[in-house]
């Protein structure tokens, strides 16, 4: 268990700002409304940490801009990426919600906006607003179904060829394709993918480097589109 910290912002504003929320299936107007008269606005610089594993859960992060990188440490001391947050998105609620302390690390991937709302004051909002009540839940579960379909890959029995694929398609499936269905913009490290299928930095390089020569995917400046989906989808039996 870490030791607690006081809460880490970086950078913030006497005045509390009125944002929309920008997420796959958006939270009301009204629920964003009133959220944002209790939301103080917060900054914080890449690589800062919002709040830390094991911290004591002081109220939940609405992302605004920037992209966040959520991750936990195993029992081996072991970096685990647990997934990434783009606005719109609200981080800690678990712990928020439940009393317990944040069950992960929060990362600012670059400077990100945020607004912070105190868990005092958001129990208070569920306990008289139903709707707010209600979306927040079902952020939630879809938060839960997430990580239960994460934890049935993981589980299976799978190769690192396996692992690597299914990565893959998730990603381009998942991260607003640019050119085409089979292309996406990948901003993962070799090493930070690792992180999230269980593989090492160099095990990735090297899939990746057979994928290219097989022509099952291929890059185009930042994008990683998929030459073969086809193949890729049948190399895992499906």
Partial sequence: MLAARPLEIVESCHERADRPLRRK???????????????IPVYHAKRASLFAEGEPSRGIFILYSGRVKLSTTSAEGKCAILGFTDPGEILGLAGTLSGQPYEARAEALQPTQAGFVERENLVHLMRHHGELALQLAMQLGESYCSAVARGRVMGQTRTASEKLTTFLLDWCKSNFPFHDE??????????????????????????????????????????LVLTDRGALQSSLGS
């Fill in 25 to 39: 299936g958006d939270i009301c107007s009204e629920v964003a409304s009133r959220l944002a008269a209790f939301t």
């Fill in 182 to 223: 089979a292309g996406a913009r990948l901003t993962l490290t070799h090493e930070e993918i690792g992180q999230m299928i269980g593989l090492s930095r160099e095990t990735v390089t090297r899939l990746l480097s057979e994928f290219r020569k097989k022509r099952l995917i291929r890059w185009a400046g930042g994008d």
